[in-house]
């Protein structure tokens, strides 16, 4: 019986049964009357449509919202994982430069408006190590990752050829 229940539930959902429940009886074809055999009652028996009146779409509703609160939850790991958004327009704090450490554990060069310091991080605490009365990198001379220099160079490419096309 559960069986039953569940495929019923199953074919709820499928566009062919509600239109077919939107017909109403009199559009759904009906059985010759003088035909008696039981072929014939188990295929009237297979084509008549679930009573739609008990089944309602809040699982379905449900599950949608949490597809959607997860989806946003991963993205959100993810922009944290890997770096996420930065803001572009902040030029007042810079990371110059960064030394891994160990696993988990790295010393960090910052610069926050023209003064460095050098920072412990560890996944527990940041350690203020030392501050620079003079910077010890030249911002400007500051050497670009290698995604910035790739990108930089992918970049510089497209505009070459879009000039080549003009």
């Known amino acids: 019986m559960t069986r039953v229940r569940g495929v019923t539930w199953l074919l709820s959902f499928s566009p062919s049964v509600l239109w077919s429940a939107e017909l109403g009886a009199a559009d759904v074809p009906q059985a010759d009357a ?6 014939a009652t ?11 009146s008990g089944v309602s779409s809040w699982p379905l509703v449900i599950m949608t919202l949490l ?9 959100a790991w993810f922009a944290r994982r890997f770096g996420g958004f930065s803001a572009a327009g902040n030029s007042d704090m810079r990371v110059i430069a960064a030394i891994p450490m160990g696993a988990r554990e790295r010393v960090a060069l910052i610069d926050v408006k023209g003064q460095q310091f050098l920072l412990g991080v560890t996944t527990q605490n940041i350690n203020h190590l030392h501050s ?8 400007a001379k500051a050497p670009k990752s290698e995604f910035a220099q790739k990108l ?9 050829a879009s000039k080549e096309r003009d």
């Open 34 to 39: 003088g035909v008696t055999t039981p072929a």
């Open 42 to 52: 188990a295929a009237t028996n297979l084509v008549s449509t679930p009573d739609l």
């Open 67 to 75: 597809g959607i609160v997860g989806l946003i939850l991963c993205l």
């Open 132 to 139: 620079f009365d003079e910077p010890v990198i030249d911002l």
């Open 152 to 160: 930089q160079g992918i970049l510089q490419t497209h505009k070459t």
